[in-house]
């Protein structure tokens, strides 16, 4: 019995045009200033540009090359962990202000209170930072949901393409896998869910649904639906 839905965000809870044609601009444009003015004055900007350095290669005192490759890895949708700290950050001052709104589709926003109300746990995992995770959900065109989730899991955790990732999150949760139900918009998740032995469904907002033996929901009522069949 599921007891526990642990969430994907980018293609699951929220579009995938809403990342790559708002959040990531949004960075793009806000970034290079955002660490001219914090690399020497905050200890958390500095530790994530010391990481972007030693993954890159780039000298640490080369500011304006630390942000060459921030910008780079922004346009490749490189999920390296100090890129997603960093955006996370930059992204924070966007939702303070006002300017950014977390756009999570209504079935998504809708199912994900019931299942609270029913009391499953929810969970997210995604590759953008906690902090990211808690400013899309805590302000989103549908209001705060931060109060329905019982935590948040970033690649700290490991890859989502990776097993380990799940067995990971499973010790953390202290839980039988298959207690567990992963939704995400891409199949190499799944498989990695499934050989950790989470449950899975994949979730196929757009275009034609996939000749697979998974199951395939197009939004969270359809998830629903496929919960209340287990
Ligand atoms: C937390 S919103 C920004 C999501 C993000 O930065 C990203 O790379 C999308 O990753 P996901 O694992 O949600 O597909
Ligand atoms: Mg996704």
Redesign the pocket.
């Given at each position: 019995m599921i007891r526990v839905v642990l969430t994907?965000?980018?293609?699951t809870t929220?579009s995938i045009s809403f990342?790559h044609d708002v959040?990531f601009p949004y960075a793009s444009k806000h970034l290079p200033e955002f660490i001219r003015t914090n690399h020497h004055t905050t200890p958390a900007v500095a530790e994530q540009l010391a990481l972007v350095a030693e993954k890159s290669g780039v000298d640490s005192k080369d500011v304006e090359g630390l942000i060459d490759v921030l910008q780079a890895w922004i346009s490749e949708?490189r999920?390296e962990g100090p890129l997603?700290a960093l955006?996370g950050m930059v992204w924070e001052q966007g939702y303070h202000s006002g300017e950014l709104k977390g756009d999570i589709y209504p079935d998504a926003a809708d199912y994900l209170q019931r299942w609270h109300d029913r009391g499953l746990r929810l969970f997210v995992y995604?590759?953008?930072s906690v902090k990211?995770?808690k400013l899309?959900f805590g302000f989103s065109n549908e209001g705060d949901f931060t109060p329905f989730f019982s935590g948040y899991f970033d690649t700290g955790v490991g890859g989502?393409k990776e097993a380990q990732s799940y067995r990971n999150i499973l010790a953390e949760l202290g839980v039988e896998p298959a207690t567990v139900l992963f939704l995400s918009d891409?199949e190499a998740e799944l498989s990695a869910a499934e050989e950790a032995g989470l449950k899975t469904v994949w979730l196929v907002r757009d275009g034609e649904l996939p000749d697979t033996g998974r199951p395939v929901a197009r939004d969270f009522a359809e998830v629903d639906a496929l919960l209340r069949k287990r």
């Open positions: 994907d965000i980018e293609g929220s990342v959040l949708d999920k997603k955006q995604s590759s953008g990211a995770q899309i989502k891409v």
